[in-house]
């Protein structure tokens, strides 16, 4: 199930991650203009704001086999279809309407069916599916390039369409549902170290119930601003560093070294959530993260190699933070109607994605360099760590001891108190003693 998941992910992520190919291809035969032409990149990220979650209403009604099969149908369609785009119009129908509703019925179910499937180990399992993210962009880029220069920019497309819809329908007829009460088991807190009947059995968490959850929206917050902030800078780092002076080919060999420090951090940072809590992992990111942001403001000229080198490594930073983005909503609101749910949540990365890369032109347009706009993104990342430890339940080891020594001893005096219980303290004194 997490090795379906993490595919379909990097396969979706993949059509994201390789837009700008595309659109330095398609800037070269029509004169939209770079503004007009961006926007359609810009949709897809806003479309996604509603789709995510109807895809998650739509998984927890038919399951993830359907929904992701049908995710991949209509990516490739969409993929294909502006392969043959002569207007704006058809463009921003295609790719930035229709491709946001495959991309949503692709990433929602197949992180809605992991967290059910891993409890204990959520975070690590979440850690590997968020390595889709730059997984996808180290796999297809060069592919779609390859493929462009191969085919031309609509042939790729199109090519590109019949392998995502081919590879994610093919993985979805792998899905299998989890356990039912894996599904329904609390993953922390005292409702879980008390379960067998030591207390009432918790209220399900629907939709309408979350929404008037203060940490819901804590949830929503956290992602947004988190992808405002990576969107910032994973979109105009590469023109940074070339106004400094950086070759274009130095610059493509750091950040493919950031996009592996990247995957570590998901893999590290989930399996770090599980051991010391989500909340305490994400804001021990978010430092590594602005810190990385730090070194990349004060870049000068190509002398100051190292501070671009140490913010590629600051990808381990953002990367630990991914996995927390579905993995702490998961642990608050697990329960049958978690796909609409973490929709719900991630509908927040869509309108991050959507603000992030415009904010950060807008904000060098107006000062005439990226300081400001590195400062924005910092700022984020920080607000978002700040709306992470408000989101993520506690981890309550001081107190499982003592509720566990605590049923032991009201088990003990029940038994002591029934005549049998009395008979065997009488035959057993010095074992009761002991004990």
Known sequence: MLGVSTTVNALAWGARASFALFYVAILGEFSWGRGPTALGYSLSWLCFVVFAPVAGWLHDRWGARAIVAMGGLVLGMALALTGQVTSLTEYYLYFGLLGAAGTACILIPSTTIVSRWFVRSRGTAMGVLSAATPGGA????????????????????VGFACIVAVATVSLALLYRNPPADKDTRPASGAGAMLAGGAG?????????????????????????????????????????????????ATVVWLFAFGAGCMMAGNLLGGWLSDQFGRGSVFALGSIIAIVGIGCLTLLRSPDDWPLLLLYAAS????????????AIPADTFSGPHLGAILGAVQAGGGLGGAIGPFLGGWLFDVTGNYRLAFAAAAIAVAGSAVAAWVAAPRKAQGTSGAISRLG????????????????????????????
Not at 138 to 157: D, E
């Open 138 to 157: 180290v796999v297809f880029y060069p592919v779609n390039a390859w493929l462009i220069a191969t085919l031309g920019w609509r042939g790729a497309l």
């Open 200 to 248: 009432p059995t918790p209220e399900v968490w629907t939709l309408r119930r979350a929404l008037r959850s203060i940490r819901l929206w804590a949830a929503f917050a956290m992602t947004a601003l988190g992808v405002i902030g990576y969107q910032i800078m994973a979109t105009h780092q590469v023109a940074h560093a070339v106004d400094r002076g950086f070759g274009q």
């Open 315 to 326: 990808g381990f930073g953002f990367g630990m933070r991914i996995a927390q983005l579905s």
């Open 408 to 435: 032991v001893l009201r088990a003990s005096l029940s038994n002591v108190a029934s005549p049998k219980g009395r008979k065997s303290c009488t035959s057993h004194g010095r074992s009761s003693r002991d004990s």
